[in-house]
């Protein structure tokens, strides 16, 4: 009984539960950053709308694709540098892609989207990304 309440054991089962938490946070959204990136890809007027500012349908669809390139290969290098470089690599990897977000929320703000749009989506999304970067560096 003693033995459980040691020191070491309370870190060997905040591991337990922090280092599945910690890697499946950060492959979640590793995967939704990859598939944002796909939809502007794929369908790049429906994923602005979703992101807050409109495309203009006569407007260059390469700035749409390029975004999709842009959120494809933030989470391609994600789960690359979560498989193969470990958890302290990708919270680094975390903590310069929530500038993403973060600015995001500005561009949303500043061409006519909404607010609730804009910190409902972009900043949470931001705030959850430094979340997923603290526990990887925390396993």
Same mark, same amino acid.
Request: glycine share 6%.
């Given at each position: 009984m003693l033995a459980s309440l040691s020191p070491l054991a309370l870190l060997? %089962? %905040?591991?337990?539960?922090l280092t599945p938490t910690a890697y499946g946070l950060a492959i979640v959204l590793d995967l939704l950053v990859l598939f944002? !990136?796909? %939809? $502007?890809l794929?369908?790049?007027?429906?994923a602005a709308t979703a992101y807050g500012v409109p495309a203009k349908p006569q407007g260059d669809a390469a700035y749409l694709e390029i975004k999709g390139l842009r959120d494809a290969t933030f989470g391609?290098? !994600?789960?690359?540098?979560?498989a193969f470089a470990g958890a302290t690599a990708e919270a680094w990897f975390m903590l310069i892609v929530a500038?993403?977000?973060l600015g995001d929320t500005l561009i949303v703000l500043r061409h006519g989207g909404?607010?609730?749009?804009?910190f409902g989506i972009h $900043?949470?999304?931001a705030?959850?990304?430094l979340i997923s970067a603290a526990l990887l560096l925390a396993v």
């Open positions: 060997a %089962r %905040r591991s337990d539960v944002i !990136g796909a %939809r $502007f794929l369908q790049p007027q429906p391609v290098m !994600g789960l690359a540098l979560l500038l993403a977000p909404t607010k609730a749009v804009a $900043f949470a999304t705030v959850v990304v």
